[in-house]
């Protein structure tokens, strides 16, 4: 058991999509979900929106630019299912667990997420049965933080 990873609460589910408006057309008018206030996080090259889904969330998130990384993603893996985000107490302690423990990490220190407050890591897909797994702790937002 890794010290400081439990208890995680699945936090969201990360969906990547070509047009944010698009899809919070479906999520929020078709199937109803609340939430999705859509936001830019320039340096993540992200624009993305928070649907409500009890204690949990779906986290919609498009490119910003037509020519950065999040585009690539899309053009070389297509729309769909990302990433899970689990919810920690305590990140820094999370992730030395993970990587005492041999987890391959994609961050080696926790770095802002899309939001303020957000302190997120992201854990390698190989060592995390096939799926890219997100660490986030929420903490109050800060001053000039990233919205
Ligand atoms: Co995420």
Redesign the pocket.
């Known amino acids: 058991m890794i010290p400081g990873l439990p208890p995680a609460r699945l936090h ?1 589910v ?1 969906i990547l999509v070509p047009d944010l408006m698009e899809a919070l057309r479906f999520y929020r008018d078709t199937l109803g979900l609340s939430g999705g206030e859509p936001h830019e996080a320039a340096t993540h090259d992200i624009r993305a929106a928070l649907l409500d889904l009890g204690e949990s969330h779906l ?1 919609l998130f498009a490119p910003l630019t037509a020519d950065g990384p999040i585009a690539r993603a899309l053009a070389k893996r297509g729309a769909g299912m990302h ?1 899970v ?1 689990y919810e920690v107490d305590d990140i820094t302690a999370a992730l030395a667990g993970c990587r005492d423990a041999g987890v391959q990490l994609i961050d080696e220190r926790p770095r802002p997420g ?1 939001h303020a407050g957000w302190q997120v890591a992201f854990l390698h897909p190989r060592s995390c049965g096939g799926v890219l797994t ?1 660490l986030v702790e929420i903490g109050a937002p800060r001053p000039g933080g990233e919205r």
């Open positions: 969201h990360g986290e990433h985000c899309l997100e």
